[in-house]
């Protein structure tokens, strides 16, 4: 069983900084971020490949987030700049898919407990 533990979450000022770290107990050729906001849908938000050789990234944080592994920790990172009182939400690692270039939620089957993020305005 695939094991996914989030860390890094907690409460910032807008304008502020966070990283995010997600261990995954074995290895995933893809790997990426979702965010849930209380009464909106999961959004998916960045995805990585092995190698970060190519990662992808929703319109509402390019810029201002960079996802990024380190294959030799099983290691993903969500660096979080410019943060927005929008950001606000539960932040969830998820693994397991193959081959997809897309950030939808039913192509991951493994997912994290979730680290919540707070801004503040």
């Known amino acids: 069983q695939v094991q996914l533990v989030e860390s890094g979450g907690g409460s910032v000022q807008a304008g502020g900084s966070l990283r995010l770290s997600c261990t995954i107990s074995?290895?995933?050729?893809?790997m990426a971020w979702f965010r849930q906001a209380p009464g909106k849908e999961r959004e998916g938000i960045a995805l990585?490949?092995?190698?970060?050789?190519?990662?992808l990234y929703a319109d509402s944080v390019k810029g201002r987030f960079t996802i990024s592994r380190d294959d030799a920790k099983n290691t993903v990172y969500l660096q979080m700049n410019s943060l927005k009182p929008e950001d606000t939400g539960m932040y969830y690692c998820?693994?397991?898919?193959?081959?997809?270039?897309?950030?939808?939620?039913?192509?991951?089957?493994?997912w994290g407990q979730g680290t919540q993020v707070t801004v503040s305005s």
């Open positions: 998820a693994a397991g898919a193959t081959f997809t270039w897309r950030l939808v939620s039913s192509d991951f089957p493994y």
């Open positions: 074995g290895y995933s050729r893809r």
């Open positions: 990585i490949v092995t190698g970060g050789v190519a990662t």
